[in-house]
C-alpha cells in the first residue's frame, strides 16, 4: 500500500452558471463623493466644541471657589484686627471711668491721664492711627475715644453722663467719636 496523499483532481466549473459585474455603490454618484466625511467632520467639530465649554465651566467655577475662600479669608483678617482694636478701647474705657470715679469730671480725662492710668495704649488728641492708638477728647458733657483698626474702620466710643454710646466712621479722632449714638459697636 501507498502512504502518499492527494487532493485528488481539480473540480471542473459549470459551463450554467455566469457570475454578473457588480452595481456601483451609491455614494459614487457624482456630486456626493465627500458628502459624508463633511458629516463627519461637522460632528466631530461640534463635540469637540461642546468639550471645550464643559472644561472652560468647570475652571470657572474653580475659579469662582478660590475667590471665595479668599474674600473669606481676608475678611477673617479684618475681624482679627478690628479685634485687637476694640480691646484697646475698652482698656481705654476701664481708665476713664476710673478716671472719673476719681475727679469727678469728664474734663480732667485726658491723653496724659489716661497714660498715668493705663500705660498699655498711645493717647494722643490727634487722629488714631493704629490699634493701639487711642484718640481723645474731653468737654465737661463727655469723653469720646477712637481707635483705628488694621483694617481701616475707626472705633468710636462716647461717655456721657447718660451712659456710654459706640459706632464706626473713617474720621478717627476723639471729637467725631462725641457724636456717636448707638448701643454697641456693629458685628
Given amino acids: 500500500m501507498d502512504d502518499s496523499f492527494t487532493f485528488g483532481t481539480r473540480a471542473r466549473r459549470s459551463a450554467g452558471i455566469k457570475r ?22 461637522v460632528a466631530g467639530g461640534i463635540v469637540a466644541v461642546v468639550a471645550i465649554a464643559g472644561v472652560m ?3 470657572k467655577r474653580g475659579g469662582e471657589e478660590i475667590a471665595s475662600s479668599n474674600q473669606t479669608a481676608v475678611s477673617q483678617i479684618g475681624t482679627a484686627d478690628d479685634v485687637q482694636a476694640k480691646m484697646t478701647a475698652q482698656q481705654t474705657a476701664s481708665a476713664v471711668q476710673q478716671l472719673y470715679a476719681e475727679q469727678g469730671s469728664y474734663r ?5 491721664a489716661l497714660r498715668g492710668v493705663e ?5 494722643t488728641g490727634g487722629a488714631s492711627t493704629g490699634p493701639n492708638v487711642v484718640s481723645v477728647s474731653s468737654s465737661p458733657s463727655g ?31 476723639g471729637e467725631a467719636a462725641m457724636s456717636a449714638s448707638a448701643r454697641s459697636w456693629p458685628a
Avoid: N
Fill in 57 to 59: 465651566s468647570l475652571m
Fill in 108 to 112: 480732667a480725662i485726658t491723653p496724659s
Fill in 143 to 173: 469723653v469720646g475715644l477712637a481707635v483705628k483698626s488694621s483694617s481701616g474702620t475707626c472705633f468710636l466710643e462716647r461717655f456721657a453722663t447718660g451712659g456710654v454710646s459706640y459706632g464706626t466712621g473713617t474720621t478717627c479722632t
Fill in 20 to 41: 454578473r459585474a457588480r452595481a456601483p455603490r451609491a455614494d459614487a454618484r457624482p456630486g456626493r463623493a465627500g458628502t459624508g466625511r463633511v458629516v463627519w467632520l
Fill in 119 to 123: 500705660p498699655a495704649a498711645d493717647y
